[in-house]
């Protein structure tokens, strides 16, 4: 390995879906109200796909803006790795529906699945093949249409996701400052019923076992999980930005409930200034949540270059992580 080579955040895109659904639209079908989302989540309105649109479409639209953002053309892409639990198909994987779309060259690309850390877990397999020198451009997409796979009879989930992509460019660089300074990741398997996604291909349900058709969450379970995990996360950074000799100026969380981040902030004694917010806009869109987000802090100007961004995100696997970046 090339000890010198850094991987830099060269540009970022994100794409979301032209139809606003508001929390008044749940009233007609369930019982809830606009006032338990916005108190209880922080939820406001969330975007959901038009029949034409996919996690694929979504995930090329992203694509296209980080490239143009990197200034690099489609044929410079080394590999595609795409996160995502609502790809369009289990075969071809949507990193090579992308693949095409863009007109890359025969390059290696490939789905993952890691639920809402599935971006974290795309920067870190980008960061390594950039480091051993197999890879100089690397494109990483979360994208996610959750709408599609919602029970909206069920209040206590179809109202906290959202559709969308978000990407980024991860490219080569010799310089020091700059680039991904630490990653770290993490599963447990044993939780995994707290939070469930069906498959496509439906797995054989044991006799008596129900079959997993819709998104199906222990809301307290997760939220516990969920401040617990975010809190390690920011206690490592911490740690870790002091020994690099760096300090945080923007966090960047995955965006599940207003409420599992400010119990978070309190508990660590991060400054909320220092954190982007945006799900009272977009939901949870789970492998999208931490790239929309990006994206959005990069062309607000709350992330500029030279600033050091926390990517922290937590989901089902369970799966949790985070990463540091100097931008
Ligand atoms: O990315 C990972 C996936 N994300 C998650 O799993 C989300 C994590 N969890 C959460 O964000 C929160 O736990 C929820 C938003 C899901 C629920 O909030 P909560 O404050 O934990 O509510 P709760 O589950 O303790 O439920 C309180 C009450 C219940 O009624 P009863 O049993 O007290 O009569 C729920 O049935 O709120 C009821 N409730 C609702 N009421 C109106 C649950 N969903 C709704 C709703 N509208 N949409």
């Known amino acids: 390995m090339n000890r010198k080579t850094k991987t830099v955040l060269r540009g970022t895109g994100s794409c979301l879906p032209s139809r606003i659904v508001a929390n008044d639209e749940f ?8 006032e338990w989302i916005r108190t209880r989540t922080g939820i406001h309105e969330r975007r959901f796909a038009s029949p034409g649109e996919t996690s694929a479409t979504l995930a090329i639209a992203a694509a296209r803006k980080a490239l143009s953002k990197a200034k690099l053309d489609p044929h410079e892409i080394d590999l595609i790795i795409c996160a995502t639990i609502t790809p369009d198909m289990m075969s071809p994987a949507n990193a090579c529906t992308i693949q095409a779309a863009l007109g890359c060259r025969q390059i290696p ?57 978000g990407a ?23 939780n995994q019923n707290l939070i469930q996604a069906p498959a496509r291909v439906i797995k054989q349900a044991a006799p008596g076992e129900a079959t997993v058709e ?13 401040v617990y995990r975010m809190v390690e996360l920011i206690q490592e950074a911490t740690l870790m930005v002091e020994r690099l000799g760096l300090k945080i100026d923007l966090m960047v969380p995955h965006q599940v409930n207003r409420r599992i ?8 004694g991060f400054p909320v200034e220092k954190v982007m917010i945006n799900l009272d806009r977009y939901g949870n869109t789970s492998a999208a949540s931490v790239p ?16 050091t961004v926390l990517l922290v995100a937590f989901g089902g696997g369970l799966t949790w992580g985070s990463a540091i970046v100097t931008l």
């Open 27 to 34: 009233v007609r079908t369930i019982d809830t109200s606009d």
């Open 109 to 165: 690309a490939f789905d993952i699945s890691a639920a809402c850390t599935g971006f974290i877990y795309a920067m870190s397999i980008g960061d390594q093949f950039i480091r051993s020198g197999t890879a100089k451009n690397v494109l990483i997409v979360g994208t996610e249409v959750l709408s599609r796979a919602m029970d909206f009879t069920d209040r206590n989930t179809c109202i906290l996701f959202g559709d969308g992509a």
């Open 168 to 190: 980024a460019v991860l490219s080569a660089s010799d310089q020091e400052t700059s680039g991904i300074q630490y990653i770290s990741l993490y599963s447990d398997g044993v």
């Open 214 to 226: 819709h998104v199906r969450i222990h809301g307290r379970e997760v939220f516990r999980f969920a």
């Open 261 to 268: 981040i400010d119990s978070a902030l309190s508990s660590t």
């Open 292 to 307: 929309i987000a990006l994206d959005g802090a990069i062309r607000e100007g709350r992330a500029k270059p030279g600033d």
